[in-house]
Nanobody
Framework: QVHLVESGGGWVQPGGSLRLSCATS????????VGWFRQAPGKERERVAR???????DYADSVNGRFTLSRDNAKNTVYLQMASLKAEETGVYYC?????????WGQGTQVTVSS
């Protein structure tokens, strides 16, 4: 079993920033990439960004330049720094690992962007 625990969500005004965290195990972080997805109310889940086990990153066009991925190997945690947030980015944010044992998701963390 692969455990992923997201945190850091909350309420922020449009234009604001939040940092999300995804905590996992050392073996998972060292061996697999970690993706971030979000799901807005009534919409399908969409991929936001991904960091590989080697540290390379890629972002959806809609967030490129505003969101930044990083990892802290000592804490076995991946961070998603989000800036200039928009109201339409409200939703539940999930981290994901496609592992040899299967496709694993965290429980999600709610992000609300509203004035």
């Amino acid at each position: 079993q692969v455990h992923l625990v997201e945190s850091g969500g909350g309420w922020v005004q449009p234009g604001g920033s939040l940092r999300l965290s995804c905590a996992t195990s050392k073996s998972t972080l060292n061996g697999y990439g970690v993706g971030w997805f979000r799901q807005a109310p009534g919409k399908e889940r969409e991929r936001v960004a991904r960091i590989s086990d080697g540290g390379s990153t890629d972002y959806a066009d809609s967030v490129n330049g505003r969101f930044t991925l990083s990892r802290d190997n000592a804490k076995n945690t991946v961070y998603l720094q989000m800036a200039s947030l928009k109201a339409e980015e409200t939703g539940v944010y999930y981290c994901n690992v496609v592992h040899k044992w299967g496709n694993f998701w965290g429980q999600g963390t709610q992000v609300t962007v509203s004035s």
